[in-house]
T-cell receptor, first 115, second 109 residues
Framework: DTAVSQTPKYLVTQMGNDKSIKCEQN?????MYWYKQDSKKFLKIMFS???????INETVPNRFSPKSPDKAHLNLHINSLELGDSAVYFC??????????????FGSGTRLTVV | DAKTTQPPSMDCAEGRAANLPCNHS???????VYWYRQIHSQGPQYIIH???NNETNEMASLIITEDRKSSTLILPHATLRDTAVYYC??????????FGQGTRLTINP
């Protein structure tokens, strides 16, 4: 019944590896987001997709590639992982890009640790 | 990017009302005030939002000053489960949701 679900919840991997994080929402929303929360607890938006189209790309390295196969899914693929990529990654969704007055719904996060 | 100023931390006794202030002196006419919170290790949770009028829902009340330059989130009867980081965010139109540092609220027994 989880509204926004992310997998995996924890991910430990070595530098240089490629990994993916998956996100699915069952709220019928048309817009999805990826946020990164670093060790200092700052939450920063990375990407946003509306109806499978990229609408926000916040100067994220090219090693990060989001993919949205449909409105309900937004996956995040990371190539050549670096130590600095260690963070908690949150997926979120909303209805519409402009209004979204009811707010965003966030997933429970994926804690990525690069060793 | 954040357009708001909040105290870094606050304490409140369990059962009391927790009043969390937020300054947003540069708010534009079409921008809403949103409040989210993040309980440890969880994703941010929407609490409430408002434009001009005071708002109340099952979680909290939002009081916005007449000039809209500041607001206060009120948790009427704080419980230990309300311990979290509370974010005040100003956002309008198609703007992205930008989180500042927030206020770390600790509810003490």
């Amino acid at each position: 019944d989880t509204a926004v679900s992310q997998t995996p919840k924890y991910l430990v991997t070595q530098m240089g590896n490629d990994k993916s994080i998956k996100c699915e929402q069952n709220l019928g929303h048309d817009t999805m987001y990826w946020y990164k929360q670093d060790s200092k607890k700052f939450l920063k938006i990375m990407f946003s997709y509306n109806n499978k189209e990229l609408i926000i790309n916040e100067t994220v390295p090219n090693r990060f590639s989001p993919k949205s196969p449909d409105k309900a899914h937004l996956n995040l693929h990371i190539n050549s992982l670096e130590l600095g990529d260690s963070a908690v990654y949150f997926c979120a969704s909303s209805q519409g890009t402009g209004g979204a007055l009811r707010g965003y719904t966030f997933g429970s996060g994926t804690r990525l640790t690069v060793v | 990017d954040a357009k708001t100023t909040q105290p870094p931390s606050m304490d409140c006794a369990e059962g009391r009302a927790a009043n969390l202030p937020c300054n947003h002196s540069t708010i534009s006419g079409n921008e809403y005030v949103y409040w989210y919170r993040q309980i440890h290790s969880q994703g941010p949770q929407y609490i409430i939002h408002g434009l001009k009028n005071n708002e109340t829902n099952e979680m909290a009340s939002l009081i916005i000053t007449e000039d809209r330059k500041s607001s206060t989130l009120i948790l009427p009867h704080a419980t230990l489960r309300d311990t979290a980081v509370y974010y005040c965010i100003v956002r309008g139109g198609a703007q992205k949701l930008v989180f500042g540092q927030g206020t770390r609220l600790t509810i003490n027994p």
